[in-house]
DNA sequence: ATAAAATGTTAGACGAATCTAACAAATAAA
DNA sequence: TTTATTTGTTAGATTCGTCTAACATTTTAT
């Protein structure tokens, strides 16, 4: 089980994330979500297409081989598990994990990540409401719906999150939106598309369309 | 706080356990330790010499700065602390640990050891009873004696090991000599130098100088 | 339908970390 | 005290992952 760079990896990764749902990605969405310019990234997805990781054809979007998703999901059972091990182990706030599991989901070793995964007693999802893939890479992705899409009078449990940037989880954590949280949705404006919301304590809370739209939410059964 | 490469860290803490005593190291030790070749050797000493890490001389040992010791210092505290952690938070054996701890100790991330450190109620020792540097990088030498040194009637308490292989930490189960186990020196060979000894349960064991060279042991005070 | 814009590729360069081959200095041995 | 051995350095090549500049293709807009 020769391994592949930490390099290889994060482009693996990120390929895996873009390609949800359609399958594709274009070499300039993964050059930008990289922060890496093009043509590097063209080079790299010839050495990946050689290693059978993803289908490459000139001018065409990439796709994962099932080869290279069942790699990638490894990846991020890797990142996942961490997260959560970091929050339900070590007392982080899901506002930081983030950036730690970004590093440990590289480190080469299967038994840390089965540890972690039985410490915790076999968890499906992480902190923000993510799926974790299962030991073959496998992922159940889950069907919620983003908040933005509700109409309203709508009564829905907030059930992930789709940005896991600081920034925007401590914005969630001053507005006590935890997972879970039942949201009732009171009225939108049209014109900004902003959402007036009520749950928990807060009667009358205004969030953005930017907010409501990276808040994934469950209708009640 | 700008930060070093994987490898200029892998240099450093090598650095430092072998100038541990004397504080100087030849080219040639550090290549074999490292498993790199010395002109390539050479090249980052010359590099780390530059970023004030180590005093380069052409043709003389190598010593680290003051600056170097303490960067050293804090990645063998990274690393230790991850052993600990491992060991007391994650039920690794003392054996596990020490490869994925060459992994982990390379993490960006203050917050992860001080929440270790914590967890673990701010060890001394690692699981194979080195000490832990402190924050600032500096490590609180013991003065053990190698078990090889004692004389034949003494009674020591085994309080470190100096290789922290695998294999060795599991030929030490197999034998259930652990830390703190109370030795009693029996007899020693002269002809190779083997020591039978007794502890615990296990009355007449034997074990070879390679072994009673690897442990070191504390005389009642 | 043609021009403009966006996207993608090729070619060539560069820094980091490694190597080998050849040479130089220091140390040990004869 | 010469010579041999070991240790250390220099020079030049290689691989990986990145870049910029120039060119090619595809898509969008006029």
Known sequence: MIHNSFTEENYLKTLY??????????????SKELGIKMPTVT??????????????????PLRLTEKG???????????????MFLVEKMNFGWEQVHDIAEQIEHIQSAELFEKMDELLGFPKIDPHGSPIPDRNGKMAWRSYEKLSECKIGESVKLSAVINTSSEFLKFLNTRE??????????????????????????NSE???????????????A
Chains 1, 2 share one sequence.
Do not use: Q
């Open 177 to 202: 939106l935890l997972l879970g949280t039942k949201i009732k949705i009171k009225s939108i404006e049209t014109f900004d598309r902003s959402m007036v919301i009520s749950y928990g304590k807060r």
């Open 17 to 30: 994330i873009l390609s949800a749902g359609h399958g594709e990605v274009n070499v300039n969405e993964l």
């Open 206 to 220: 205004s969030i953005s369309h930017v907010v409501s739209e990276r808040l994934l939410v469950e209708k009640p």
């Open 43 to 60: 080079s790299m997805m010839k050495k990946l297409a050689e290693k059978k990781f993803v289908h490459y054809e000139p001018y065409k």
């Open 69 to 83: 998703k069942k790699e990638a999901g490894l990846i991020i059972r890797k990142h996942r598990l961490t997260e």
